[in-house]
C-alpha cells in the first residue's frame, strides 16, 4: 500500500516504492520491445524493457484513466451546454519538467510511444520547449546569452500562443524547431494537426505565472497541462550524469562539422571533464536550485531516481 505523510512531501502526496507500483498495472498489455527502448533511450540513460515495464507502462496506464475522464467530462459539459460534441474534444495536454540532464526527454519519448500504442489515443505529439527558446542572436542582444534555459530565455509569449491554439483545437498548428547541433533555433517547423495528446517536455515548464505591468493577469505554461510529471534526482548525481553525457558527446555529436561544440572535440577527457563541471556549477546548477526545482511540487507526480539513474520512488498527489 502506499504510504501517506512522507515528511518531506506533506500530506497531499501518495508515495509508493518501485515494487508497489509496477504491480499497479500487471494486467496492462506492455508494446515495447528491447528494440524499441534501446531507440527511445536518450544519450547515457541507461533505461531497459525492465524500467519502462515496471516505471512507464503503470504510467501509461494512469494517463489513459486520466484522458479517458477528461473527454467524459467534456463530453457532458457539451451536453450540458448544448454545444456540438466535436467541439468538447480538446488535446490531453501532458507536461515533463526536470533538470538538464535528468532523462526527462527519455520519460517523455517513452510515454509518447506507450500512449500512441493504445486504440484510443493514435495521434500523440511530442514538443519541446527548446524550440521557443530566443535565437542565440536574440538572447546576445538582451544580455542573456549565459543564461540559456532559464526562464527569461524563452519566447513565453510565443510559447503561451501555441499552447492556446492546441488546448482551443485549433486544426494546424506549428512549433520553431531547435537544433543541439548548431545550439540555435532553426527555420524548420515542427506540424501539429489535431492530436488526441500533446506531450510538452522542458525545462522551466511548471513555472508559476509572470504577471506582467501591463496586464492585470497573467497565464502560466502549466495552466494548459491536464497533467504533469516531475523527473527527480539529488543534483549531485544529475551532475554526474551530465559529465557522462559530455564526455559522451565529445565522441559523438561534438565531431560534426557544424556542431558548436566542435573546438571541444580533440581536447583531453581531463579537460572535457573539469568543463562540464565548469558547466554545471555556473549555468545548470544554478537554474536548478533557483528555477526548477522549486517547481517539483507543481507536478502531478514526481518520479524520484535514484544514483544508478533508475526510478526508486513515485509520489502521486491525491486528488
Known amino acids: 500500500m502506499p504510504q501517506r505523510g512522507d515528511k518531506h512531501t506533506g500530506s497531499f502526496w501518495e508515495k509508493y516504492s518501485r515494487a508497489e507500483w509496477a504491480r499497479l498495472a500487471q ?127 524563452y519566447d513565453r509569449r510565443t510559447f503561451l500562443r501555441f499552447l ?11 512549433a520553431p524547431v531547435y537544433s543541439h547541433v548548431i545550439y540555435d533555433i532553426t527555420d524548420e517547423v515542427t ?37 504533469s510529471i516531475y523527473v527527480d534526482a539529488r543534483p549531485a548525481d544529475i551532475e554526474q550524469w551530465y559529465v557522462e553525457r559530455f564526455l559522451r558527446l565529445k565522441q559523438t555529436a561534438f565531431l560534426e562539422r557544424d556542431s558548436y561544440f566542435r573546438r571541444y572535440a580533440d581536447i583531453s577527457d581531463d579537460i572535457a571533464r573539469d568543463i562540464a563541471h565548469n558547466i554545471w556549477a555556473s549555468i545548470n546548477l544554478p537554474n536548478l536550485v533557483d528555477n526548477i526545482a522549486p517547481t517539483r511540487s507543481r507536478a502531478n507526480l514526481i518520479l524520484r531516481k535514484g544514483p544508478d539513474h533508475h526510478v526508486h520512488r513515485i509520489l502521486l498527489r491525491k486528488i
Open 191 to 227: 506540424t501539429v494537426r489535431r492530436p488526441d495528446i500533446v506531450i510538452i517536455e522542458g525545462l522551466n515548464v511548471l513555472q508559476p505565472a509572470r504577471p506582467h505591468r501591463e496586464a492585470s493577469s497573467a497565464l502560466a505554461v502549466s495552466d494548459f497541462f491536464d497533467f
Open 27 to 153: 494486467s496492462t498489455p506492455y508494446p515495447l520491445t528491447q528494440a524499441d527502448v534501446t531507440k527511445l533511450a536518450a544519450l547515457g540513460d541507461p533505461i531497459g524493457p525492465v524500467e519502462a515495464d515496471q516505471i512507464y507502462r503503470p504510467l501509461a496506464q494512469l494517463l489513459q484513466i486520466h484522458y479517458t475522464q477528461h473527454h467524459d467530462l467534456a463530453r457532458s459539459r457539451s451536453r450540458f451546454l448544448g454545444r456540438p460534441r466535436a467541439d468538447a474534444l480538446t488535446p490531453f495536454v501532458i507536461g515533463v519538467a526536470g533538470s538538464v540532464a535528468v532523462g526527462k526527454s527519455t520519460t517523455a519519448r517513452l510515454l509518447q510511444e506507450l500512449l500512441r500504442r493504445w486504440p484510443s489515443t493514435p495521434r500523440v505529439e511530442l514538443v519541446t520547449t527548446d524550440g521557443f527558446l530566443y535565437p542565440n542572436a536574440e538572447l546576445a542582444r538582451r544580455g542573456i546569452a549565459h543564461r540559456k534555459g532559464f526562464p527569461e530565455s
Open 164 to 174: 492556446a491554439n492546441i488546448k482551443s483545437g485549433v486544426e494546424v498548428t506549428h
